[in-house]
């Protein structure tokens, strides 16, 4: 992320404490939050994970010199029963942190809360508390007009995906609706796992081509758009500080190399951001006035080391994982 000029991130899921570490030594932002699972667990067992989201969004606030904030993270609206959904809506007002959820990511996640509930999955959240200014899900890919419009009454944010949308064929979301409708838009990149990079500038690429396809209107989701939804938008749905250059305002700031053949000419900048730069064109990366890359050299960690233990242990972990397979073959 810092080689693509990625300054701030909100994840969620497990290892939240090694997360805030990392972002410590980094230098980087993070809106970090314990993915909570009820489903399928015993009630002890679910009950523990809450605690866990818990202790993870009271232990890790401000943490990183306040680099680190923290959320709570129910996984999603069909992995987290009615009951801890609205638990978590008291909790977060009584703590006063984000909530953060997967919604309608995919039809299979509809289906049931509306055969169930009878309600949306939008509906079916507003009526358990989740939905308001503080709260941003991901993904939205199946929204009806309703939808889109109870987001924008309560204020809640949507993080767009649309690489991950496209490998998983989760579905076209409905950006372009979204943000007429005065729905704050942020760009993300869900995994590694479901994306391959976590490089902003290919996703900003991927929602203008996408956006467009989707409202079936090449005029759809123009670059500005685009390109704010990727920095102010994001900054403002996750509630950090950055997402623009102004005085006085935060030093968060990647630094562009349009000196290369295939961003040669220059006749709009926004433009050549969104649909040409890619994240190895960011020279230096800058995040609370600290240079954490410099002329392509990452300077808050050591990244040959970085690298060599990531491949060793991706390779163990493939070793393992077939040696698994093998024993598990019926005999």
């Known amino acids: 992320m810092i080689r693509a000029g990625t300054t701030a991130f909100a994840d969620m899921y497990f290892s939240m404490d090694e997360v805030a570490s990392v972002v410590d030594r980094a230098g980087v932002r993070a809106r970090l939050g314990h993915g909570v699972i009820s489903v399928g667990k015993s009630d002890t067992a679910a009950q523990a994970d809450f605690e866990t989201g818990i202790e993870t969004a009271t232990t890790l606030q401000g943490a990183a010199d306040g680099r680190v904030q923290t959320m709570l993270a129910p996984h999603s609206l069909t992995t987290v029963d009615d009951a801890m959904l609205a638990k978590t809506a008291d909790k977060a007002a009584t703590l006063d942190v984000p909530v953060h959820a997967h919604v309608s990511e995919t039809e299979d996640e509809v289906a049931p809360i509306t055969d169930a509930e009878g309600d949306r999955p939008a509906e079916y959240a507003a009526d358990l508390g989740l939905l308001g200014p503080r709260t941003f899900v991901a993904h939205g890919v199946h929204l009806d007009e309703a939808e889109i419009q109870l987001l924008a009454d309560r204020d809640t944010a949507v993080i767009h995906c649309p690489a991950s949308n496209m490998k998983l064929a989760s579905g076209i979301a409905p950006v372009h609706r979204l943000i007429e409708a005065g729905v704050t838009v942020g760009l993300g990149t869900d ?29 759809a989701l123009p670059a500005p758009a685009v390109l704010n939804m990727a920095t102010q938008g994001g900054a403002d749905a996750i509630g950090l500080p950055g997402g623009q250059l102004e005085t006085g305002g935060t030093a968060d700031i990647a630094v562009v190399d349009f000196e290369t053949p295939h961003l040669t000419p220059v006749h709009d900048p926004v433009s050549h951001l969104v649909y040409a730069t890619k994240g190895s064109d960011v020279r230096h990366t800058v995040c609370d006035g600290t240079v954490l890359m410099r002329d392509r050299e990452v300077m808050t960690l050591d990244e040959p080391t970085i690298l060599d233990r990531a491949r060793t242990h991706a390779h163990e972990l493939t070793r393992r994982a077939e040696s698994a397979d093998e024993w598990s073959l019926p005999q």
């Open 191 to 219: 995994g590694a796992g479901s994306n391959n990079d976590l490089d902003m500038f290919d996703e900003m690429r991927d929602a203008a081509m996408i956006g467009k396809l989707g409202a079936d209107d090449a005029s």
